[in-house]
C-alpha cells in the first residue's frame, strides 16, 4: 500500500524530492529508492522533518513506531495512518497527544489506483489538513469522510474487505459455469468480464444498483428465476451477516490492538 502511495504521489505530479520513506529493511530501501527515486532512511525519526508523515505499517507494529516518534512529534505534524482497525486515540496517545490524526481505511484496489477509501479526522485536524489528507489519499481512488472513528469499522466491513466478497462471487459463478458445461478458461472469461462490466454500468449510471438490476430483469426470464433463486435463499440476509462479522471484528482487533 505504501508503494501504492508513492506511486500515486507522483503520477499526481508530487515531487520525488518532497518524499522520504523510513524503511527498516535494507533490501526494500534500495528497491524503493530505484523504483520512485525517494529520499529512504533506516531511521524512522528521520519523517520527523516533514509537515506529514503517513503511518504506512502494519496495525501490530503501530505502536512501536508512535513511540519511536514520541520525542520528536510537534502540534505542525499531521499523521495519515492507513493502518486497519488502529483507533485515532490510541494513536494519539501513543504519540502523546495533542496529535493531528486522520485514520483512512483503504481498500487493494487501490494497488490500481482505483480504491475506495473512508478517512477520519480527529479534533485536532484542521481543515487545511484535512484536504492535505484527501489529495494523498485520492491519488490511489476515489475518498469518502466518515463523521466517527466508529464508523471506520462499518468501512472496512463494506470496502475494506469487500473486494474478497466480490472475488468469492466470481469464483462460485466460474464454479458453476464450469458444472453447467463450460470449460474452466471460457467460464473465468466470461465471469471477470461480466463484472467489469456491471462494475462500469454501476459507476458511470445516474441509476442505482437496484434500478439497474429491474432493468436488466425481464417478467418471465432467464435473469429473473436466477434472482428468484437468489432471494429465495434470503440472499440479502446472508450478505448482512457476513457485513456484520466483519464489523464486529474490526470492532474486536481495535479494542485489542489499544489494549496493548
Known amino acids: 500500500m505504501a508503494s501504492s502511495l508513492i506511486g500515486g504521489l507522483l503520477n499526481a505530479g508530487f515531487s ?13 530501501r534500495h528497491t524503493l529508492s530505484e523504483q520512485f527515486k525517494v529520499n529512504t ?6 519523517i520527523l522533518d516533514a509537515e506529514i508523515i503517513v503511518l504506512a505499517v502494519k496495525p501490530q507494529l503501530l505502536k512501536t513506531v508512535c513511540q519511536q516518534l514520541h520525542d520528536g ?9 492507513i493502518a486497519a482497525g488502529v483507533k485515532s486515540k490510541d494513536i494519539n496517545r501513543w504519540l502523546g497527544g495533542n496529535q493531528a490524526i486522520v485514520r483512512c481505511m483503504p481498500n487493494t484496489p487501490a494497488l490500481l489506483g482505483c480504491g475506495a477509501s473512508g478517512l477520519y479526522a480527529n479534533e485536532s ?29 462499518a468501512v472496512t466491513a463494506v470496502s475494506g474487505s469487500g473486494p474478497a466478497y466480490f472475488f468469492l462471487m466470481m469464483e462460485a459463478m466460474q464454479q458453476a459455469g464450469e458444472k453447467l458445461g463450460l470449460t474452466a ?26 434500478e439497474l438490476r429491474h432493468n436488466v430483469t425481464s417478467k418471465g426470464g432467464t435473469t429473473e428465476q436466477a434472482i428468484l433463486s437468489f432471494q429465495s435463499s434470503n440472499y440479502f440476509q446472508i450478505v448482512f451477516d457476513a457485513l456484520q462479522a466483519a464489523n464486529n471484528r474490526s470492532i474486536s482487533l481495535a479494542d485489542e490492538l489499544g489494549s496493548e
Do not use: C
Not at 512529534?73 to 495512518?81: C, D, E, K, V
Not at 478458461?185 to 441509476?207: C, I, K, Y
Open 16 to 28: 520525488a524530492s518532497n518524499i522520504t520513506v523510513a524503511e527498516p529493511d535494507e533490501n526494500r
Open 41 to 46: 532512511s533506516a531511521d524512522n525519526n528521520v
Open 73 to 81: 512529534t510537534s502540534n505542525r505534524h499531521l499523521f495519515i495512518s
Open 125 to 153: 485536524v484542521s481543515d487545511e489538513q484535512k484536504q492535505q489528507a484527501e489529495k494523498i489519499m485520492q491519488a490511489v481512488g476515489m475518498t469518502l469522510w466518515v463523521d466517527t472513528d466508529e464508523q471506520l469499522n
Open 185 to 210: 478458461e471460457v467460464a473465468q472469461q466470461l465471469v471477470l468480464q461480466t463484472a467489469l462490466g456491471a462494475a462500469r454500468m454501476a459507476t458511470e449510471s445516474d441509476l442505482s444498483p437496484a
